[in-house]
């Protein structure tokens, strides 16, 4: 069987998902039988929380609890772009807990009554570069930028391109539902330049920059850290030091590892 014969067999075996919508809306109890063996905190928090409406993709779950383990605890600075009816910003102060400052961004005015202090909403645009600026500035710095906004390329674009600089190092910036990024309506398109999905694979070549001879980086290579990514999300993180990479041996043999 050739490639494109084996392809067509596994499509008739798993048929693409429809996009969005009902189909993938999982009851609760479908939700339950796709659970983590072993859940992190954060999926236990997520299928214990009874506050204001959160609606999160399953494997999303697993992915932020192994993506912010060493962020977990600590007085970090979160922001993030799309409230909606607030939940979301609930799970993440049970999570991060009572040191964290967490700021959530929304363009529709409704959401600023949809929170409770210490948490913060803010009114305004992922597109408008000053108003983010502005929304750092009073969160007093950044660590951690979760972008669950429009989904549209150049506002996820926009908003990478105004938070990364102010990003600390060793920060975390996580981009979610980027299959958008193959989908017109939200500027994508397989391999359309300018989407979420670009971004991430220029920003492993930027990561790797210092193995080629290119002036094309977006980001100096020294300030990518890991890009860790999944089905339709990504986290990217900011070295935490710009030490150059080298490598080295184990220590030498010893006479009693050689004598086994
Ligand atoms: C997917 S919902 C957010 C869900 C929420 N993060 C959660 O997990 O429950 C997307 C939100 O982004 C907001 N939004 C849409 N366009 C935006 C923009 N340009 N700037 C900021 N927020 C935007 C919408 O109003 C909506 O509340």
Known sequence: MNRSDRTAALRRQHPKPPLYGKDLRLTREQAEARRSPNPGPFEEI???HHGRPANKWVHYLPFYDRALAPYRGRPIRMLEIGVMHGGSLELWRKYFGPEATIF???INPECAGRVDAP???RIGSQADPEFLRATVAEMGGLDFVLDDGSHIASHQRLSFEALWPLLAPGGLYVIEDMHTAYWEQWEGGLRRSGTA???VKSLVDDMNGRYFD???AWA???????VFTADSIAAIEKAARHAPAGHVWTDKPTPASQAG
Do not use: K
């Open 197 to 199: 999905v670009e971004l």
């Open 214 to 216: 290119e002036d094309e």
């Open 119 to 121: 948490n913060q909403v």
């Open 220 to 226: 100096p290579y020294e300030e990518i850290g890991t």
């Open 46 to 48: 997520f299928f214990a």
């Open 104 to 106: 959530g961004i929304d």
